[in-house]
């Protein structure tokens, strides 16, 4: 099999593994760039994909440590880190191969990038392929979802004082704020104390969590 290599990169206001949506599709309102590499940065690569919404992305874990390829089960964040599962059976980060799959909202095609919305890549992810997602047979929507069709994710409330959120554009502001529903803290740590820093958009963004309450209580440069 011929060696895969990047055909683009991601670029993203996420620089960190910090805060990247678990999935793609979640973030409707954060922005990322496609930019691909210098060989492919041709009309004719990407001729008949206005026609087209969105995109499959398959992509790899960069920001992953080497993992054991013996450990086949992993701890899924939705179920609270406490119940083991097949790998094969999960969406986690840590497999055999480290690749990733995405599907993303097309929002503009430019000459040698494609901007989208809605993923789960962190800056500077390597992307391998993309393909156009057709909903006639890539739409199953009475699928079962396993273990995620018993364990609803609570999204949290986000409160941004004036003197931080006009830090930040709109369109900014709007990811910013899909991003922190999410709950990026790990699911293991609930000290309501503690304050947690989130890169975005080359800004440290403090927060803390109470209840199902977020509130952002700094932004540092």
Known sequence: MKEIRPIA?????????????RQSGLADNLVGKIVFEPQYQREEALRGLEDFDYLW??????????????????????????????????????????????????KRIMEGVIEVVGADLMDGTPIYDIKPYISYVDSHPEARS??????????LSVVIADEYSKLFSEEELAALKEVLSQDPRPQYQHDTARVYGMPFGGKDVKFRVEGDVLEVVGVDY
């Open 57 to 106: 992305l398959i992509w790899g874990f960069s920001g992953n440590k080497t993992t054991d390829d013996s450990k086949l089960t992993v701890r899924p964040p939705r179920l609270g880190g406490n119940v083991r599962l097949g790998v094969f059976a999960t969406r986690s980060p840590f497999r055999p191969n480290g690749l990733g799959l995405s599907s993303v909202r097309i």
């Open 9 to 21: 990169f991601f670029r993203s206001p996420l620089t960190s593994k910090f805060g990247i949506p």
């Open 146 to 155: 396993g273990f995620t069709d018993k364990k609803e994710w609570q999204q």
